[in-house]
């Protein structure tokens, strides 16, 4: 294993190229990149990773960027790119084309602020505005954490019984622009951990068609329905991918959500990325203090196991989610989605904080004067908007 | 997650047999344009897409399409049209999907041809970056463009290539600008070949097809693609409208090689414009200025003699 002090940029950077290097025993690897702060580092570095059988095309656009991807993936090969913020919206199309194709594509989404106004600070709403897209979509904690979830997606996203892109999101600057060590995968485990890539609909001579066009209301229903189907597989396969990922890397990357200290906990606060780090350390000093309160990490969105997600509270009477994104006119997007997987819960008193907008720095302190709040709240109210900027 | 009201789709079955029995049941590998597609009678894509088929000699090209009236072609799921591997694309995406089609062949040794074909709404308007960049990439494509002036798909508005003073669903006086001189900026990418070709010249059509063919990097061609529905012209009078306009002097044949050297392939022939305009109702307009076309006529074939006679093709080109 490599250990290395590499960016969160490089490391995804590496990660992406060993995958698509490892498939040059089939049909090679392609994608189209353009760069945006702060994703910038990950496609220079692809630019200058030398394929065996593979080609990074530098296009004029985020859209085109997606859209060589696409293309490269219905000739068969593995196809990643990266992309943030407004490359994200703008590149839009061509992502709800991916995610409805049923092409295996890997995305980093370094997240950012949608502008204007410009900011190009942390925020999920742009990864999150893409939920429907018919993607996988991950959140990711730490470098490490970035690392095998790459890794884990291209697994999935490739099994035959799932056939969906995957978006692997991580904060920009906090992660993608701070060092850390890593076990950066080395090539010959990555050979062996991904199979080769096989398109089962790849562009085919012998059996000549049209990916892609015109279908009506029943053929369109049942599309959609096969997503969902493919979606509802996405666990199993998941748990084979990091039981695989153990037996070859020695070590067992997060699943869909951890549940930690919530076993007895009356109180848990929901969280996703680095900000689900910050909570942690707030959990673990309250606990020493006595105190019951948990924490539930959310590493898969998409799909969202909302009966896991039940589960992973236990009986905690009181959850409060940490939002870094905001849905005008609605609030917190992982709220509502939490609201859903506990209607079955109406003992549970649940309150949103939207908290770290546009890159807000959240503190221990903040998350302390979040947990005060949840535990002496007599009921919920509409999302808290939790001032943390200087 | 999701509760069932009636039975599940089963995507679960993807072996072998299965797939080959159900493309068997609809596939028939003929032609890149088979019969049963939707084309409307008369439609200038028909002939087009036989013609590209011949002149690629045997060579099976993968279909790159757009949204336009070529991809409705196709028809509707399960079935289509086109006989060779095709793509639907987003609007604005072909030339940049068929980059990384052609990408991934070329990295497994594979010379089939990969074809965009696109309407003039996917060249001229919304996908002229994502053209422009495929073409200072000098990606290994042929693009053409089945030149309609007009979205024939969304029912016919007017695009950047609708000619001056024609009425359209959107230009219900006239259309107040010129067309878009789409050669000239594809030239100035100095890609190795640029073409226009045209629907009455057949033997014109298969050699530039086949230049195109032999030619390596990105291959612009642009067809005058008559359109009945969008034109109010007769089917029957469609290529007879394309003689006319070669004719007049309206669409010149001509190539541009590197985007430098020039050559004309056919001159006008005195054939009277009216021949052209009278057939088709979209010019029937007040804002119609004929002594203004003939005058934009003339401009244009002094440039062109111009450039020839200043940069003219090699022998070899
Ligand atoms: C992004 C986007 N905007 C608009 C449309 C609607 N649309 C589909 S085809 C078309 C016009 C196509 O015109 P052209 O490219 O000239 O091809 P034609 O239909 O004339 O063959 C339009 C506007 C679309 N499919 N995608
Ligand atoms: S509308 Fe025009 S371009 Fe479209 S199929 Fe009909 S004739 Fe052809
Ligand atoms: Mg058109």
Redesign the pocket.
Known sequence: MARALVTGNNAAGHTLAVAGEANRVARGCCGGAYPITPQTEIIEFLRGFKFTKGEIVPVESEHSAMAVCIGASLAGARSFTASSANGLTYMT?NVFAAGFYRLPIVMIAVNRTVGPPWNIWVDQGDSLALRDAAWMQFYCESHQDLVDTILVAFRVAEDRRVLLPALVAEDGFILSHTTMVVDLPEQNLVDRYLPPCRVPHQLSFKHPGTVGGLTWPRETEHHRREIQEAMEAVPAVMREALDEFEKIFGRRPHGAFTAEQTEDAEVVLVACNTMARTVRRVVEARRAKGEKVGLVKVKMFRPFLREEFAKAIGSAKRVGVLDRNHSPGSGGIFWTEIATSLRQRPDVLLQDYLVGLGGGDVLPRHVEEILDDLKARKQSEEPIWKEVAA | MSARTDTPTNNSDFSAAKCEALTNQYVRSDGILRPGNTNCAGCG?SLGLQWLDQGLEGEKPTMVI???????TAGGFPTSAYGVPTVAT???SSPAVATGIAKVRELNGEANPTVCW??????????MATLSAAAERNENLIYI??????????G??R?S?TPLGVKTTTTVQGKAERKKDVMAIMAAHRIPYCATLSLAHREDFLRKIKKARQTRGFRFLLIL?P?PT?WKSEPTDSVELVRAAVGCGLFPLYEVFDGVRYRINARPDGTPLDRYLAGQKRYKSESIDVGLIHSQIREQWACLEALERSFPARKED
């Open positions: 199309e | 894509m757009p949204a336009c009236c070529g991809i409705v987003t609007f604005a696109t309407g003039d709404g996917g060249t001229y308007d919304i996908g463009c089945y030149d309609n002036e007009i979205y024939g798909n969304t016919g508005q695009s290539a693609s359109c969008g």
